[in-house]
């Protein structure tokens, strides 16, 4: 079994972008300097570019998750001091 040099690249970038070791545009100047010497072919270029475009997707999906959970709380929040506020006004107007 031989060494297949293109393989490892290809898969040590697409990793390494999927476990965020590595930023998604360093990635891609690495993966284009591949190609340039022949090291990966224009394939295996095009999956590092679709898993640094899955990983930005992933990402988007991950902060406006986290944008929209953060929002919730705040809501949450807004409405318990509301309803504590209220009770506090309503007690304090029975003295």
């Given at each position: 079994?031989?060494?297949?040099?293109?393989?490892?690249?290809?898969?040590g970038?697409?990793?390494?972008?999927n476990?965020?070791?590595?930023?998604s545009?360093?990635a891609?100047?690495y993966?284009g300097?591949?190609l340039v010497?022949s090291?990966?072919t224009q394939t295996q270029f095009n999956q590092v570019?679709?898993?640094i475009v899955?990983y930005?997707?992933?990402q988007?999906?991950a902060?406006?998750?986290?944008?929209?959970?953060?929002q919730e709380?705040?809501?949450?929040a807004?409405?318990s001091?509301?309803?504590?506020?209220e009770?506090?006004?309503?007690?304090?107007?029975?003295?």
């Amino acid at each position: 079994m031989s060494f297949d040099l293109s393989k490892f690249l290809t898969e040590g970038l697409i990793s390494s972008i999927n476990n965020g070791l590595i930023p998604s545009d360093l990635a891609t100047a690495y993966a284009g300097n591949y190609l340039v010497k022949s090291l990966i072919t224009q394939t295996q270029f095009n999956q590092v570019s679709d898993a640094i475009v899955a990983y930005k997707a992933a990402q988007a999906e991950a902060t406006a998750k986290d944008s929209k959970e953060a929002q919730e709380v705040a809501k949450q929040a807004a409405s318990s001091l509301a309803t504590q506020t209220e009770t506090t006004v309503d007690h304090s107007s029975t003295h």
